[in-house]
Every structure is written in C-alpha cells, then in structure tokens.
C-alpha cells in the first residue's frame, strides 16, 4: 500500500550554503530540466544554481552545492551493491528506524576503517534524497554522477548505478507513522512505503 505525491510536492530541492561552492547562500539548487515547455516553464528559465557533482574516486561522490557526501552504488556483490534492499524498521509503536538498512547496511559502512575512512554514514532526509532527482531524466531519473558506466562486476570506483525503483529516506510518513517516505527513481515520485518492505537506499554523510 502506499500513498502516493507527485513530486513537484518535492522540489524541496535543498538550499545551499556551500562556501567552497562560491554561491549566495539561501539560493535553491535547478531541478536538471533543460526542455522548455513554453515561455516561463522551468525548463526555458533554469532557474536556480546549476548543480556541480565531483566524484572523489573513492567510491562518494560530494554535491559542492550542498556540501553532502553521497555513496556510489556498483554491481559487484558487495555492500555497495545496487540490487541490494533493506527494509526500514517497526510498523508499530515506537515505529523505530532499526531495520536491516541500520543493522546491516550502516552497520557495514560505518564499522572501521569504514567506507572511504569515514564512520558517520546515514540515510538521507527526504529532502536530501530529492536533490539527487534530475527532472529532465527518468529510468533512473537522476544525475550522470549517479547514473554512468553501470555494467556487470562494476566497483564504486569504476562506475556509478541507480536502480529505478524506491529508495528509503529517514523521515517517518507523520500522519501513518508505519510508513516512511522513499523516492522512486524511475520518474522521481515521492511515495510512502510500509517500513517493512525492502527499497533500496542510499547512504549520506555531511550536512550538519
């Protein structure tokens, strides 16, 4: 069962602040459309700050604009595998975030000497999620740095991969706090998943 929002609910595309990006603080980030749909429509103004992805050849790519650390996803069987799902946590009261993505997949990560060397790895706000969508892309609706060179046996320093399906944020569905919001890939739909079905995720580091 889910509850469903179109995502331009979403284009909560996250406010920088980067200093190292050189931008003015307070200004939002472009959502990727680049097609125009007539005088005015996002794709003909581009409003925003044109996104700048930089991949640190360690596996994480950094977002300039937001400051962010994001994991790159492979297909080789590991931890950083693309096809790998986890579920959330409880579906009843205290609706805990302790589901296989904490206990196994953050688990993994943040065990020393950790992913990239860094044990502070997390699941993404809703928010933080959404400013990977690229809505001039679907099937995966995101950005090259997350979507490139995805072929059979790939490491996370040798290619990037991006299922077109769900993946878990960490904030909880407040008015069904059983579910948890997730981002669907495939067109950049926000939804709301039970927290016990298995999406995929991402992990995130930096931001606070």
């Not at 472009?30 to 700050?49: F, I, N």
């Amino acid at each position: 069962m889910f509850r469903t929002m179109a995502a331009a609910f979403a284009a909560v595309l996250l406010v920088t602040g980067a200093a190292d990006a050189g931008v003015t603080k307070g200004r939002i980030n472009e959502t990727g459309q680049t097609t125009g749909y007539g005088p005015g429509s996002d794709g003909d103004l581009k409003p925003g700050l044109t996104r700048i992805f930089n991949d640190l050849g360690n596996g994480v790519v950094k977002d300039a604009r937001t400051g962010l650390f994001w994991e790159k996803k492979s297909d080789d069987g590991s931890i950083h595998d693309k096809d790998t799902t986890y579920t959330w946590g409880q579906i009843v009261s205290p609706y805990a975030m302790n589901g296989t993505m904490v206990t196994t997949f953050l688990a993994a990560l943040n065990t020393p000497p950790c992913f990239a060397g860094y044990c502070d790895w997390r699941v993404p706000s809703i928010s933080e999620l959404l400013s990977l969508v690229n809505f001039e892309k679907f099937s995966p609706a995101t950005f090259s740095a997350f979507d490139s060179y995805c072929n059979p046996g790939c490491s996370v320093t040798s290619c990037s991969c991006t299922v077109s399906s769900f993946y878990w944020s960490s904030s909880t569905y407040r008015d069904g706090p059983g579910y948890a919001w997730d981002v669907d890939f495939f067109n950049g739909d926000v939804n709301s998943g039970t927290k016990t079905f298995g999406y995929y995720v991402r992990a995130v580091r930096g931001g606070s």
